[in-house]
């Protein structure tokens, strides 16, 4: 069964500075894809980014990259120049034959 | 346009109530999904309808029963819910399922805050 594991609860940031949220997964396939979703109070959940397995280069969108190591089975999401509205909880999440699996997610807080 | 819709936003309701949530795209898509979260969780997937036929049903109880009139519309009746009923219902759509190797990204609804009293 697949699973997707964010170890870090919590995490807070800078404006302006730079934060990375981890991310790991567990599978046996081999053709699969990876995103990132955020989910501000607003409870609307906004999909992120996106990484296909099959691709070596590393997704980015805007402030939004990842470091997708698919022999680690890890996908991080790194935010750049973190703006206010960046607030939000952020979760990982794997999608393969059997439609999507999400981590527990990160809470991260913007500090002005 | 990369909008799913969904109505009621807030919804109380008793134990021995029927209502309906609903959902709407216009993007489409063919496949489309229902999901439970609790507050500080993931969402739970709970049915996923694939050109309108039913493909998924997560071993959900009966007194939530889904429906999927057309291409655009999903529908979760609700009857006889319990307390721990109580979540936010998000609504997701995707331009197919993960049949065939191909697997999309799931756009979300606002979702239906919900209240069983």
């Known amino acids: 069964a697949q699973t997707v594991t964010q170890s870090q609860p919590e995490m807070s940031v800078q404006e302006a500075e730079t934060v990375t949220l981890s991310c790991t997964y567990d599978?046996?396939?081999?053709?699969?894809?990876l995103f990132w979703y955020k989910q501000p109070p607003s409870r609307q959940m906004i999909l992120v980014i996106r990484?296909?397995?099959?691709?070596?280069q590393n997704a980015t969108e805007n402030r939004f990259s990842v470091n997708f190591q698919k022999a680690a089975k890890s996908f991080s999401l790194k935010i750049s120049d973190s703006q206010l509205g960046d607030a939000a909880m952020y979760f990982c999440?794997?999608?393969?034959?059997?439609?999507?699996?999400f981590g527990t997610g990160t809470r991260l807080t913007v500090i002005p | 346009d990369t909008e799913v819709t969904q109505t009621p936003k807030h919804l109380v309701m008793g134990m021995t109530n029927k209502k309906s949530l609903k959902c709407e795209q216009h993007m489409g898509h063919r496949a489309m999904y229902w999901y439970k979260q609790k507050a500080k969780k993931p969402p739970e997937l709970m049915f996923v309808y694939s050109y309108e036929k039913l493909s998924i049903n997560e071993s959900v109880p009966s007194r939530f029963s889904p429906e999927c009139p057309n291409s655009s519309l999903l529908n979760l009746h609700l009857h006889a819910l319990q307390p721990e009923d109580s979540a936010l219902y998000l609504c997701?759509?995707?331009?197919?399922?993960?049949?065939?190797?191909?697997?999309?990204?799931?756009?979300f609804g606002p979702g239906t805050r919900l209240t069983v009293t």
């Open positions: 997701a759509s995707s331009l197919s399922g993960t049949s065939g190797g191909t697997y999309y990204e799931q756009y």
């Open positions: 999440a794997y999608n393969g034959a059997n439609n999507l699996f």
């Open positions: 990484q296909e397995a099959y691709k070596q």
């Open positions: 599978t046996s396939e081999s053709d699969y894809y």
